[in-house]
């Protein structure tokens, strides 16, 4: 059996640290300003980003991977005699999964693996983690893969948002309905809706009493179900972001809660003080 080797992109959201001691291999994203291109992670920061973003006064955009990126990063380890296991962001939200499709097609290469997480951020870094403990077990590239696809449809996530001024820029909310947000402090909770990102909730207040209402929608969801792994990510200040984690951990008592800040790639559309939840949901055991 050959080595497997696991890529995933930035939008994944993992920290450094952990994709070095587990041997993930990251492809950054763009961003992308008028003038400026920048690769997610590498030539710059979410920080870096939200000053850029003040300095310019523009909103930066996200570039999904082309082809091209894609017959650099497999030639590496193909010629090395590697498997390789790409986890991507989501076709429903970027071009980067049919870019490694035609990468693969146009190699004719059969040892990569394409999984398609429907995901972004927290949610995609969930698979990638797993991912790792699957490689662990031993298991092959094929029925790694095989894995991850049965556990896309399990994989929820929330955000609770806070950038009006992004909102509005972005043409997604009118000027009129900008003032009415600031004044009643809206937090809209989005969530993916038919493979759509959609808001399911108005939160008004700060984004702490976003969090609880977000969590009444993850323990609806959950239902009678147990949670495999939870992830956050977030572009608050760390000392918020602590106090929201630990009223979830004490909400939720899991074993094992993770925690990293947004990217670029989320961070260019979320914008400050965004803070999300996802979680990948046990398999129901089947009632003989």
Same mark, same amino acid.
């Given at each position: 059996?050959?080595?497997?080797?696991?890529?995933?992109?930035?939008?994944?959201?993992?920290?450094?640290?952990?994709?070095?001691?587990?041997?993930?291999?990251?492809?950054?994203?763009?961003?992308?300003?008028?003038?400026?291109? &920048?690769?997610?992670?590498?030539?710059?920061?979410?920080?870096?980003?939200?000053?850029?973003?003040?300095?310019?006064?523009?909103?930066?955009?996200?570039?999904?991977?082309?082809?091209?990126?894609?017959?650099?990063?497999?030639?590496?380890?193909?010629?090395? !005699?590697?498997?390789?296991?790409?986890? !991507?962001? !989501?076709?429903?939200?970027?071009?980067?999964?049919?870019?490694?499709?035609?990468?693969?097609?146009?190699?004719?290469?059969?040892?990569?693996?394409?999984?398609?997480?429907?995901?972004?951020?927290?949610?995609?870094?969930?698979?990638?983690?797993?991912?790792?403990?699957?490689?662990?077990? !031993?298991?092959?590239?094929?029925?790694?893969?095989?894995?991850?696809?049965?556990?896309?449809?399990?994989?929820?996530? &929330? &955000?609770?948002?806070?950038?009006?001024?992004?909102?509005?820029?972005?043409?997604?909310?009118?000027?009129?309905?900008?003032?009415?947000?600031?004044?009643?402090?809206?937090?809209?909770?989005?969530?993916?809706?038919?493979?759509?990102?959609?808001?399911?909730?108005?939160?008004?207040?700060?984004?702490?009493?976003?969090?609880?209402?977000?969590?009444?929608?993850?323990?609806?969801?959950?239902?009678?179900?147990?949670?495999?792994?939870?992830?956050?990510?977030?572009?608050?200040?760390?000392?918020?972001?602590?106090?929201? &984690?630990?009223?979830?951990?004490?909400?939720?008592?899991?074993?094992?809660?993770?925690?990293?800040?947004?990217?670029?790639?989320?961070?260019?559309?979320?914008?400050?003080?965004?803070?999300?939840?996802?979680?990948?949901?046990?398999?129901?055991?089947?009632?003989?």
């Amino acid at each position: 059996m050959n080595k497997v080797v696991i890529l995933t992109d930035s939008t994944a959201d993992l920290s450094r640290m952990y994709t070095i001691e587990q041997d993930v291999s990251v492809i950054p994203l763009f961003i992308r300003f008028e003038d400026e291109v &920048y690769k997610d992670g590498v030539d710059i920061s979410i920080g870096e980003l939200f000053t850029k973003v003040d300095e310019k006064k523009e909103v930066a955009r996200s570039t999904g991977l082309r082809s091209g990126d894609f017959h650099n990063a497999f030639n590496k380890y193909i010629k090395r !005699g590697y498997d390789i296991l790409y986890i !991507g962001i !989501g076709s429903n939200l970027s071009s980067t999964i049919q870019s490694a499709l035609i990468a693969k097609q146009e190699l004719e290469a059969k040892n990569i693996y394409i999984v398609d997480s429907k995901s972004v951020s927290a949610g995609l870094g969930l698979l990638v983690m797993h991912a790792v403990e699957l490689r662990k077990q !031993g298991l092959d590239a094929q029925k790694m893969k095989k894995k991850l696809d049965e556990l896309v449809p399990r994989l929820h996530f &929330y &955000y609770v948002l806070s950038d009006l001024d992004l909102l509005y820029q972005t043409s997604r909310i009118t000027p009129f309905k900008l003032k009415l947000a600031k004044l009643t402090h809206l937090k809209p909770i989005v969530t993916m809706v038919n493979d759509r990102v959609e808001m399911i909730y108005r939160s008004f207040g700060s984004i702490e009493h976003g969090v609880h209402k977000m969590m009444y929608f993850i323990e609806k969801k959950k239902k009678h179900q147990h949670f495999m792994k939870m992830m956050i990510t977030h572009s608050l200040p760390d000392e918020q972001a602590d106090t929201c &984690y630990e009223y979830i951990q004490k909400h939720l008592k899991l074993e094992k809660l993770y925690m990293n800040p947004l990217g670029c790639v989320l961070g260019a559309s979320a914008g400050r003080n965004a803070f999300g939840v996802a979680y990948l949901l046990k398999e129901t055991p089947r009632k003989d």
